[in-house]
């Protein structure tokens, strides 16, 4: 971020998410995901692991508002299991 400067798939360590954001409370810029279109968000954060509720396409992205100004890249590993 231009404002907060660089951080990781954790999220800022001292500026955290405001209410307008799709996941509030967690670090700024923090990696999230949500199942399906209609699926709520969740952190993802570095190094997660869980457990899908139902079914769908997994969606990931950065937890901020405006996603124009942000630069870099992270490797994301997904395993699934039955």
């Known amino acids: 971020s231009p404002y907060a400067g660089p951080n990781g798939p954790?999220?800022?360590r001292r500026f955290f998410a405001p209410s307008f954001y799709p996941l509030p409370g967690v670090g700024g810029g923090a990696l999230i995901g949500r199942i399906g279109?209609?699926?709520l968000?969740?952190?993802?954060g570095k190094g997660t692991s869980g457990r899908a509720e139902h079914n769908g396409l997994l969606?990931?992205?950065i937890?901020?508002?405006r996603l124009g100004d942000n630069?870099?890249?992270v490797t994301i590993e997904v395993t699934v299991t039955p």
């Open 59 to 61: 969606y990931l992205r």
């Open 10 to 12: 954790e999220g800022h």
């Open 37 to 39: 279109e209609e699926g």
């Open 71 to 73: 630069e870099g890249h």
């Open 63 to 65: 937890d901020d508002d």
């Open 41 to 44: 968000p969740f952190y993802v």
